[in-house]
């Protein structure tokens, strides 16, 4: 079945630091490809998406490609900043349902 | 904005008591979805519920869980006699396309904190 793989965290880094969270996939289909934010205390937002091989998704300075020859969907971002700190979900959508990673927690520090 | 509302925001309930989680979604939306996350741990797949009827379940979703759209508007999660383990943020979802679409978006709500005692 379809199934999402993401890098364990905990991930702190500083402020202006380089990120990457790694996201892996596999899927029967196609699927659609998706990173969900969820900040303290808040539910799940929609952060970017791809929907086929090769799109990148990209909001808020983030960005993740769409690889199928890796089925990876890995999450960057060139300048961490302290209010992106939250946890991260990678997902993948190819029915009615949606499957999640476990999500990555990222503190950034001052 | 539109946005997919939740109610309510926490619930405590006693073990073997039945609950109902209240979910509004946009109301342009027909596919709509439940989904849970124990603390620290994923969010996982309950139900999806399209054209009045469960599209598809997970393992998850078992004989004390149900749901409904009794309206128009609202879309419920019940569950029948709840256990210690229910415990869990309840996420509802919304989309206008099925997720099969290459264009589906899943829109969450903020969630229900349900506590069983």
């Known amino acids: 079945g379809n199934s999402v793989t993401q890098m364990e965290g905990p991930v702190t880094l500083s402020e202006e630091a380089f990120l990457t969270i790694n996201c892996t996939y596999t899927a029967t289909g196609y699927p659609s490809l998706f990173w969900y934010v969820q900040y303290p205390g808040e539910g799940l937002q929609l952060l970017l998406k791809a929907t086929k091989a090769d799109d990148k998704g990209s909001n808020k300075g983030f960005e993740a490609t769409y690889r199928k020859e890796t089925t990876s969907f890995h999450l960057e971002k060139g300048s961490v900043q302290v209010s992106d700190s939250a946890v991260y979900f990678c997902?993948?959508?190819?029915?009615?349902?949606?499957?999640f990673g476990a999500g990555t927690r990222l503190t950034v520090k001052p | 904005e539109p946005e997919v509302t939740q109610t309510p925001s926490h619930q405590v309930t006693q073990m073997g008591q039945e609950v109902i989680l209240r979910c509004v979604p946009i109301?342009?939306?027909?596919?709509f979805y439940w989904y849970r996350q124990i603390l620290g741990q994923k969010v996982e797949f309950l139900v999806s519920f399209y054209n009045n009827e469960i599209s598809e379940k997970s393992e998850i979703f078992d004989d004390q869980f149900s749901v409904e759209r009794p309206d128009g508007s609202n879309f419920t999660l019940k569950i029948r006699s709840t256990k210690l383990e229910d415990s869990a943020m309840y996420f509802c979802?919304?989309?206008?396309?099925?997720?099969?679409?290459?264009?589906?978006?899943?829109?969450f709500g903020p969630g229900t904190r349900l506590t069983v005692l």
């Open positions: 109301s342009n939306h027909l596919y």
């Open positions: 979802a919304s989309s206008d396309l099925p997720g099969g679409s290459s264009y589906n978006e899943q829109f």
């Open positions: 997902a993948l959508s190819d029915r009615d349902d949606m499957r």
